[in-house]
Structures are given as C-alpha cells and as structure tokens.
C-alpha cells in the first residue's frame, strides 16, 4: 500500500494514475497520524515552497513527517517534495523547510552562472540596464517591479550558450553519483523536469546526493540515504523511464542490494532537450461532438463543415506514443462558453492522463465566469479544476491580452488577474500564455509606437515592415497591445511561459516566423514555444538554430500524418540538436 501526501496544489492525478498503471494501489494521507502509519510515503508537489511549507504546518503534518523521515522509513519526494528536505528556500525567505538536509535552495540565475543572491553583478538589478538596442529603440516603456531578467537575457541573446530561460523546464539527463536501486536500469534517458529553484550540491550535502543535473551550473537532481530518497524531475511525466523508476521505489527494492555499477546516464555535463509539442485545437462540431480540428489562418470551417481530424483522447495517445515531449490542448471555443460547463473536455484531460505520461497543457476559456444562476467563479477556479483533471499547465489567451491592457494603463500591477492568481497557487511554471498574433503592415516603424520588424512578406500594399497585433477571441478582434509587449508584461505578472502563435503562417506549412519568435524570445527570460506554420522536418532545425527557443509545436503536419514526430526528432539529432528519443 503507497500512501499519498496530496497537499492539494498541483497536479496529482496523474501521479495517482501512474501508481495505478504500475499496479498499486493507493491511500491517501488525511490526518497527521495517517503519515507515522504509512508503509511507503509518496510526497509530490509542485507551487512555491513557501505555500508546500505552509500547508504542511496548516495539517499538522510537519513533525510526524520529520518523525517518518528519522526512522528513515521509505520515502519519495518529487520536485518540492525534494526541496522541501533542505533547510530553506530563497523562493520563501525566512521559512524553514523540514531541515534534513544541509543547504539552500536557490534560484536559477537566467545568466546560468548561479542565482542573484549566490553572485552580485554590476548592474543587475538595475532596471534601466541595458537592452537589446535595436528592439529597445522602439519598444515603450514598460512598468517593471523586479530586477529585469529579461533586459538582461536580451543583453545575452537567447543562443548565448551561457544564458538560460527560467523555470528550467522540459527534459534532461542525469549523472548518477553511486549505484541506486531507483536506477537499476536506468540507460541515460532524459527526464522531464520543471522549477525555477534548485538545490546546490556541495560538501556539505555531499551524502544525500545521489544525482546531479547540468542547467548552467550542476545542481542536485536525486537525493537519497538509504530509503529515503527524492528526485528535482517529475517520474510521473517522464514517460517509460519515469515509471521504471517509479516502479523501483513502489517495489520497494532494498538500497543497500541494487546494481553494484552505476548504470550509464549521460558521462556530462547534461543536456535540456529541445521540445517537440503536438497541439489539438479541440471544438464541438456541428453534429454536436467533440473532435481535433485544424484552421488556415485560424479558419476551421471546409466548405462550412467544421474540419475533423480525429478524436482528442486517441490522438493525444498516439501522439505520447510517437514521441511528443508534451500534449496541448486548446478548446477554441470556449471564450463564448463557460468551461466549467463543458464536462467533455474536462473528461478528455481525465481520460488523457490516464495514459499519457507526459506533461498535459490545456486552453481556452481560462477566465473569470458569471453562470446563468450568477454564480461567480474566478479564473483559478476554472484553472483548479483543469488542474484536477489531469493538467499540468493552463494557458490564458483572450483574458492576457486584457490583464496586460489593464498592467499597461495602471503602470502597476493589478493583484487579481487571472495569471497572478494562478501563479500564487500553482507556480509560475504553470502558466502559459498563449499569443495570437496578427500582422499590421506599415511602411515604416515611424508609422507606430510597436514593436516594428522588416515583414517576412510585403504587406498588400507592398509595405516592407510590420508590427504583430495581439487579438483576442481566436483572431476575430485585434487589440492595441503587440506581441513582445504582451510577452514582457505577462512574464513581469507571473506567467512562466509563452506559447506563440503567428495568425498568418497557422496551416500554411511555410515554416515560423522567425522574426516574430526572435523579438519575442529576446524579450523574455521565461521560455518560448515557437508555433504556426510547421511545415517539413527543416523548420524545427531552423527556428531552434535561428532563435534559441526551447521548444516548437506543430499541429497539422502531425496530424495529417504528413511529418512524424520521430522524423522531426532524427532531423534535429542529425543537425547536432539536443533531443529527448
Ligand atoms: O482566448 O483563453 O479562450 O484561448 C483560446 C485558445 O484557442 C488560444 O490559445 C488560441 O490560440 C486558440 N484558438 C482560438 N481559435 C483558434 C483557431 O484556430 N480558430 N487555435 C485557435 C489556435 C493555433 C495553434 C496551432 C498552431 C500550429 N491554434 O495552436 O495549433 O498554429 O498549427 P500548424 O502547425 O498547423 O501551423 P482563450
């Protein structure tokens, strides 16, 4: 019996769903004296380890589990579930953490070469500091109420091999210390990794630690002594490997027997793979079911039928078969619907995550809501529920574009908007905004006050330049906000990662506009996910060597079977392009 402590801030469903799969089965921790009882403890957690500190305290858990963990009874803490050992946190200054371990957690530092408080640089924090000239030349004043990472990662340029997005998000390898039997057969495969905050390894912890990991600086990824062990990356999202691991700890095979070698991971330093990412726009068609479409410049409709390539729940199981680092789904109606109300998509994400064991994303609609009976509900309870049924991320569209609209006019920030609230709770890396934009042509960047680039192609006027317009509602109404002022604004409130569209190159299969994932890549510090216009197997090498992006979605080519996802895969291994196999 593997008992569960869910302190109820994340995605936990798909823990559970990969205990289930490995055939175990589970309780959950309820009362302080249930974790002094528990056989094997599972502690997961995602959110600030500030809020996991808290909750412990709140429920009283605090002293069984540092009782438990002096027994050294089995033990397995998953991202702050392994933070949470250490002494503190830089994420929560002035809260103690569970103390079994000597050391800090830190922040990683955009620059990679340690966080702000390991290392004072002349002029960080100073948020005049420099900029890209050619994007601050034209770019407006933006309220900032933090050290400007992002004037700095522009100062470094994004393919700066010294330079890093924050959170560290997607897949990497590990180096094994010592044998463990958590990676008997462990054959160096990538593991899916996801936090803005990290633990340090140095002498003084040099017993715990049992794997490290290469973001910038090594920091720790595994820790253990003897049955208590924890891990910085989420098995439960690493696909095979992941659950080979998981399903060492729940063997419950002895540390002390295990493999006498350590088994082979990566010899270092450790690489991010870049990400591939399939995507289903998901809407009801006009027969009333619920089916994967695809759009042309956004328009679904084919002869006025709604296209339809497939059922969301198979497709997205194919796509984790076939290699997808990460799933996403857009319900692209739902900013005329209240979500909450359409329970096939909620059950689409619960049946997704039944099987697929990568990280899920979901949009559309991630708004505060007034139901029929007036019944209020706020945009983190549309997201908790998303997150309850099986979610891993929630991207927010329409309601960005007027969070930054309201940013922009008050110069400050607001305190309720959607990615604000949802970043408390659940961590910034649980929040994605997604960018739809589109083209405004101008004959020079004199003619506006946004972001201007020279227009991959002439406007129809034969203008040489364009600005890119955020628009809301799927495209159907543009806003006076640009992309890489959206992008900025949203990672200033929270947001720990930006999915962005292009209007004109969606369906087109001409490749992504690279200039428009540029600007906006060296805009921000958190990472990008270029999207809309994948066409061959040479776009993904292109937009990941032109710009730096740590990841690329694609959804037609996929979905037509016209590219698979593991010849996109070979392509980007064959170009000396890091990847996940
Ligand atoms: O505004 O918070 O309710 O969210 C609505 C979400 O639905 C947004 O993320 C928005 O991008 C998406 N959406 C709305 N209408 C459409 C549409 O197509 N009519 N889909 C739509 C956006 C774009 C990409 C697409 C890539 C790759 N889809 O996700 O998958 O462009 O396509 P390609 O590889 O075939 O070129 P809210």
């Known amino acids: 019996m593997i008992s569960l402590l869910d302190y109820g801030a994340g995605n936990v469903r798909s823990l559970r769903n990969a205990i289930q799969a490995l055939g175990y089965s589970l309780t959950e921790i309820e009362r302080p004296e249930d974790i002094l009882k528990a056989e094997r403890l599972i502690f997961p957690g995602v959110g600030a380890f500030g809020a996991a500190m808290q909750r412990l305290h709140a429920q009283g858990y605090v002293e069984p589990l540092k009782a438990y963990l002096a027994e050294g009874r089995p033990y397995l803490g998953i991202c702050i579930g392994l933070q949470t050992l250490f002494e503190g946190s830089e994420e929560s200054p002035g809260v103690a953490g569970l103390g079994l371990i000597p050391g800090q957690i830190r922040r990683f530092d955009p620059q990679g070469r340690g966080s702000p408080g390991e290392r004072q640089e002349p002029g960080w924090g100073d948020p005049q500091g420099g900029g890209s000239p050619g994007l601050s030349a034209i770019a407006p004043a933006l309220p900032t109420s933090r050290p400007s990472m992002a004037v700095k990662r522009q100062e470094l340029g994004r393919g700066d091999s010294s330079s890093l997005s924050v959170p560290h998000m997607g897949w990497n390898g590990v180096c094994l210390a010592r044998p463990s039997p958590l990676f008997a057969?462990?054959?160096?495969?990538?593991?899916?990794?996801?936090?803005?905050?990290?633990?340090?390894?140095?002498?003084?912890?040099?017993?715990?630690?049992?794997?490290?990991?290469?973001?910038?600086?090594?920091?720790?990824?595994?820790?253990?002594?003897?049955?208590?062990?924890?891990?910085?990356?989420?098995?439960?999202?690493?696909?095979?490997?992941?659950?080979?691991?998981?399903?060492?700890?729940?063997?419950?095979?002895?540390?002390?027997?295990?493999?006498?070698?350590?088994?082979?991971?990566?010899?270092?330093?450790?690489?991010?793979?870049?990400?591939?990412?399939?995507?289903?726009?998901?809407?009801?068609?006009?027969?009333?079911?619920?089916?994967?479409?695809?759009?042309?410049?956004?328009?679904?409709?084919?002869?006025?039928?709604?296209?339809?390539?497939?059922?969301?729940?198979?497709?997205?199981?194919?796509?984790?078969?076939?290699?997808?680092?990460?799933?996403?789904?857009?319900?692209?109606?739902?900013?005329?619907?209240?979500?909450?109300?359409?329970?096939?998509?909620?059950?689409?994400?619960?049946?997704?995550?039944?099987?697929?064991?990568?990280?899920?994303?979901?949009?559309?609609?991630?708004?505060?809501?007034?139901?029929?009976?007036?019944?209020?509900?706020?945009?983190?309870?549309?997201?908790?529920?998303?997150?309850?049924?099986?979610?891993?991320?929630?991207?927010?569209?329409?309601?960005?574009?007027?969070?930054?609209?309201?940013?922009?006019?008050?110069?400050?920030?607001?305190?309720?908007?959607?990615?604000?609230?949802?970043?408390?709770?659940?961590?910034?890396?649980?929040?994605?905004?997604?960018?739809?934009?589109?083209?405004?042509?101008?004959?020079?960047?004199?003619?506006?006050?946004?972001?201007?680039l020279r227009s991959p192609e002439p406007g129809p006027n034969g203008e040489a330049w364009c600005w890119y317009q955020c628009t809301v509602k799927g495209g159907r109404e543009g806003r006076d906000v640009d992309a890489v002022e959206l992008a900025r604004a949203c990672e200033e409130l929270g947001a720990g990662e930006i999915l962005l569209n292009s209007i004109d190159r969606d369906g087109t299969g001409l490749g992504f506009d690279l200039g428009l994932v540029q600007a906006v890549a060296d805009a921000v510090t958190i990472p990008v996910i270029a999207s809309s216009g994948a066409g061959r197997v040479e776009h993904f090498s292109e937009v990941f060597e032109a710009t730096g992006v740590e990841a690329a979605l694609a959804a037609g080519i996929f979905h037509r079977e016209e590219v698979p996802i593991a010849a996109v895969k070979a392509h980007l291994k064959a170009r000396g392009i890091e990847t996940r196999a």
Not at 229 to 253: D, T, Y
Not at 329 to 344: V, Y
Not at 363 to 376: H, K
Request: aromatic share 8%; with cysteine; glycine share 10%.
């Open 185 to 452: 057969d462990y054959a160096g495969d990538k593991l899916y990794f996801v936090h803005s905050y990290r633990a340090v390894p140095g002498p003084e912890n040099a017993d715990w630690v049992l794997a490290t990991t290469d973001y910038g600086d090594p920091f720790v990824s595994a820790v253990q002594r003897g049955r208590v062990a924890a891990v910085q990356f989420h098995p439960e999202k690493s696909g095979a490997a992941g659950l080979k691991l998981l399903r060492h700890f729940l063997a419950g095979e002895d540390p002390g027997a295990g493999s006498a070698q350590v088994p082979p991971g990566e010899p270092g330093p450790t690489r991010l793979a870049k990400r591939i990412i399939a995507c289903l726009d998901v809407r009801t068609n006009d027969a009333g079911d619920l089916v994967v479409t695809k759009g042309d410049q956004y328009d679904v409709r084919e002869q006025g039928a709604v296209r339809n390539l497939g059922k969301p729940v198979e497709l997205a199981r194919r796509y984790f078969e076939e290699g997808a680092d990460e799933i996403t789904f857009l319900n692209i109606t739902a900013f005329r619907d209240f979500p909450l109300s359409d329970q096939p998509m909620l059950e689409v994400l619960r049946r997704t995550s039944e099987n697929v064991f990568v990280p899920l994303t979901i949009g559309g609609g991630i708004r505060a809501f007034t139901d029929a009976e007036g019944r209020s509900y706020s945009a983190l309870d549309v997201a908790s529920e998303y997150f309850r049924s099986g979610a891993d991320k929630v991207s927010i569209g329409s309601d960005a574009v007027d969070a930054v609209e309201q940013y922009l006019a008050r110069g400050c920030k607001v305190g309720s908007t959607a990615i604000e609230q949802i970043a408390e709770v659940y961590g910034n890396q649980a929040v994605v905004i997604s960018i739809d934009p589109r083209r405004v042509y101008v004959n020079s960047p004199e003619e506006t006050r946004h972001h201007c």
